[in-house]
């Protein structure tokens, strides 16, 4: 079995988009991702030959373009951390939901999937702490105590 491809901030980009288009709208063109990401169509054609080298996009010109198996798994995966991210920031830290947006978008390209998994499993704890009506800070130190 072959490791995932290193990809780049923008490739992540694509990717992440393309599965955010498809789930709306089954249909990807090049111009959809164009007017979603704000660039020119020469961009994201270019883009797309790089993905369909590695084997993670389906595309052929003037044809609807989709992700390959490998690709979605790989999208799934960067959607679910900028998700993560955005919820952390939004709901534990009290960012506004535009700053939580943006400050995940770039953090996502970031962060490795071991402090993701790690934040996931924080907000977790906390969820719980919370609905119980407990203080996660007390109810551990009794633990250790």
Do not use: W
């Not at 990807?28 to 993905?51: F, G, H, N, Y």
């Not at 390209?109 to 009506?133: F, Q």
């Amino acid at each position: 079995m072959t490791a995932d491809p290193v990809l780049t901030t923008s490739m992540e980009d694509y990717l992440e988009t393309m599965l955010q288009l498809f789930q709306e709208k089954k249909g990807i063109r090049v111009s959809d991702i164009a007017a979603r990401m704000e660039v020119s169509k020469p961009s994201v054609t270019s883009a797309l030959q790089v993905l369909a080298k590695l084997e993670l996009v389906n595309h052929d010109p003037y044809e609807v373009i989709s992700l390959t198996e490998k690709g979605e798994c790989m999208a799934r995966g960067i959607l679910r951390r900028h998700e993560i991210l955005r919820r952390f920031l939004r709901d534990f830290l009290t960012l506004s939901e535009p700053d939580a947006e943006a400050t995940a978008c770039g953090m996502e390209h970031a962060v490795s999937a071991e402090v993701v998994e790690k934040l996931a499993a924080l907000m977790a704890a906390m969820s719980n702490c919370r609905a119980a009506k407990t203080s996660c800070l007390s109810s551990n130190r009794r633990q250790r105590g």
